[in-house]
């Protein structure tokens, strides 16, 4: 059973900065893809930012240049760096693993941005 534990959300000033992560129970290369996608009150979950097993990592234009995701293989864990926060990334953010046959999801942990 594929488990994905986020944590690191929480409170943060506008202008500010949160280190979320995404510990996966798997080596992290199983999956083809994991990302974070991202789900504000009254909104559809919509993507945040992506990394690939291979390739470049893919970001949503309204957190391209402000969030950073990356990965640690020892660790199997994925962590974006939210910079620069507005309140309008206030959302429960969920991390996601994809594989070939199988998608997966975290619990989520919500990052609220207060100005």
């Known amino acids: 059973q594929v488990q994905l534990v986020e944590s690191g959300g929480g409170l943060a000033q506008s202008g500010g900065s949160l280190e979320l992560s995404c510990a996966a129970s798997?080596?992290?290369?199983?999956?083809?893809?994991m990302g974070w996608y991202r789900q504000a009150p009254g909104k559809e979950r919509e993507l945040v930012a992506e990394?690939?097993?291979?390739?470049?990592?893919h970001y949503a234009d309204s957190v391209k240049g402000r969030f950073t995701i990356s990965r640690d293989k020892a660790k199997n864990t994925i962590y974006p760096l939210l910079d620069s926060l507005k309140s309008e990334d206030t959302a429960v953010y969920y991390c996601?693993?994809?594989?070939?046959?199988?998608?997966?999801w975290g619990q989520g942990t919500l990052v609220t941005v207060s100005s």
């Open positions: 996601n693993a994809r594989r070939d046959y199988g998608i997966y």
């Open positions: 798997y080596s992290i290369w199983l999956f083809k893809v």
């Open positions: 990394i690939p097993r291979t390739g470049t990592s």
